[in-house]
């Protein structure tokens, strides 16, 4: 994976974050845009329906806003047990929610889930229902009934059918999830993590965390976060996070891994970066003065300042017409404005919207590639 970026004399940059292995990427500040150059993309953030929405629709992706009355999502959890590693995760999956409810667990309640878990694997649904059913114990029964449909966490971890697809590009909003508190976000963290990793082939991926404060506000997220940067780089995934204070990372409890694990670094301009605490946070990342300096001298949403192995550089990024009418469409007007686009014209939409955009020639070579 590579970006094309243009330094300060004007001559071309190349940073390469998905080469030989992939490179784990810290970026920070106030403004930033995301983007796609190949391979698997999954975002998890806020807000992530209006950041990138003309790319992601451009790129077949999809976005899943968890934990919103007006959604189709829903998950099976129990759908995959047929293998030892896939039934000993589904029984610590409802293990923990049945803690989180209240339950003490014990050993004889634990033969029980793995009895209603062999049980449901007769079945071709595999429903959290159908496992509350089948379970012969009334107390897990009891503690589940909240995961299923007479609970209020039903329409989104009891479905008889799974509707989290299978993209190359997927993005998930979790605002409203992480508002719902410990006994609702926990068994959905978990699922998705589950979901996600085992989803990593090999093939260059990237998961990119949005708004990463979310994730390390949150001790499972937190801890699972620190899981990902010392592993996934074997399974060839790549971990960006992207925050808009260095604060929320330097007051993490996994602030030495994030910053050791992210060889590469983006900071945006910053024009407090020389006061007290500010030039603190940048000593830790290993800038000196000079560098701190240039960070608090540069331009707002025009310039980055890049470190890695590599060296260090003020950069902005190389992106042209064509370019920013994807990964550009970012104010709600534009997002509107591209719905409507994709209702009018179908599959066919993103050479549409590069012809209106003026690139007659860009939006003739699409139709040729498609």
Known sequence: MVTTLAAA???????????????????????????????????????????????????????????RDKTALAFCPLKEIDSRSDFAWAAEWIET???????????????????????????????????????????????????????????????????????????????????????????????????????????????????????????????????????????NCAVWMFTQSLSDVFNSPIRDVIIESCLTKILLPNSEARNETSRGIYKVLGLNQRQIDIIAQATPKRHYYYMSSLGRRLFQLGLGGVTLSFVGVSGKEDVALVDRFIAQHGEKWPAEWLRARGYEDWANYWLRLN
């Open 97 to 235: 929610a049945c803690v989180l409810q209240g339950l003490a667990m014990t050993p004889n309640l634990r033969n029980k889930i793995a009895q209603g878990l062999e049980l449901l694997k007769q079945s071709p649904t595999r429903t959290l229902t159908e496992f509350v059913a089948n379970v012969q114990e009334l107390s897990i029964r009891e503690a589940l009934e909240h995961y299923t449909v007479s609970g209020p966490m039903g329409t989104l971890l009891d479905a008889e059918v799974d509707t989290l697809g299978n993209s190359k590009f997927m993005v998930f909003e979790m605002e409203e999830l992480m508002g719902l508190g410990d006994k609702n976000i926990v068994p959905v963290l978990l699922y998705l993590f589950r979901r996600v990793e085992k989803r990593l082939d090999g093939s260059p991926t990237v998961l990119s965390i949005d708004e990463a404060w979310l994730a390390l506000g949150h001790p499972m997220f937190q801890e699972k976060l620190r899981e990902w940067l010392k592993v996934l780089r074997s399974k």
């Open 9 to 67: 004399a004007r001559s071309a940059v190349t940073n390469g974050v998905h080469g030989s292995a992939p490179n784990h990427v810290l970026k920070s500040g106030a403004e930033f845009c995301q983007r796609r150059h190949g391979g698997n993309s999954v975002i998890q953030g806020r807000q992530a329906d209006l950041v990138g929405h003309g790319l992601r629709e451009a790129s077949g992706g999809e976005h899943y806003d968890i934990g």
